[in-house]
């Protein structure tokens, strides 16, 4: 087995810190490493714990005066940082695209969720709360002229799948293709979409009807 995940975590909600640590104290691949509600305090930490993996309250990363997820990374290389909502309010997915998120995920998400994005960001995988990306889908669908991109009919496989939440890995395993190979298809349909990352790729092709049989 190798070394536990190193997970340090900023949220100002003390009482949803340790119920989520004590949810996950049973699997022995994560330990936390500490948690703060405070920008300076949570960077400093990040200088001298070396977290594998940065949980942050939504209101931390958007609060007047917010020291910005590349900071956190700059003085942990390697970093991968993940985003809790409180709900399933998505205005602030679009603004995150940017920030360097690796994972958004729902407060409420069951411990298993927990657990399977915080392996994911470390095998260097997106990660959205499947809750989330369907609420993200339920936007007002443009007429079907839209042209269809030439999207391959792979393409349009994988991104139904992660639509549906599944990691690069999961995907793999369906298609009985690698995970390289997952990534190369995202990339290519994202260039024809015109746009910058998996979960604007899956939203546009849906509201824009390019996935329907």
Not at 44 to 50: A, D, F, N, P, V
Not at 128 to 157: C, G, N, T, W, Y
Not at 173 to 185: E, F, K, N
Request: overall charge neutral; proline content about 4%; charged content about 20%.
């Amino acid at each position: 087995m190798g070394e536990a995940i190193r997970v340090l975590v900023g949220i100002n909600d003390l009482i949803f810190y340790h119920t989520l640590q004590a949810s996950l104290a049973q699997h022995d691949q994560i330990t936390f490493i500490g948690h703060s509600g405070e920008g300076t305090s949570l960077l400093i930490m990040c200088g001298e714990r070396r977290p594998d993996v940065l949980i942050l309250d939504l209101h931390l990363v958007m609060s007047t005066g917010k020291i910005t997820i590349q900071a956190y990374k700059q003085v942990t290389p390697g970093l991968k940082a993940m985003v809790i909502f409180a709900d399933q309010d998505c205005a602030s997915l679009s603004h995150l695209r940017h920030q360097g998120v690796d994972g958004v995920i729902l407060q409420s998400d069951p411990p298993e969720k927990w657990l399977e994005a915080i392996a994911a960001l470390t095998q260097n995988e997106r990660w959205l709360s499947s809750r989330l990306m369907q609420s993200f889908l339920e936007v007002p669908k443009v007429p079907k002229h839209a042209p269809d991109h030439d999207l391959s009919k792979r393409e349009k496989i994988i991104l139904r799948l992660v639509a549906a939440g599944k990691t690069d890995k999961e995907i793999a395993r369906h298609l009985q293709i690698s995970p390289r190979t997952v990534r190369y298809d995202l990339a290519n349909a994202c260039q024809k979409l015109g746009v910058q990352s998996r979960i604007e790729a899956a939203v546009y092709a849906i509201s824009h009807h390019l996935l329907d049989p």
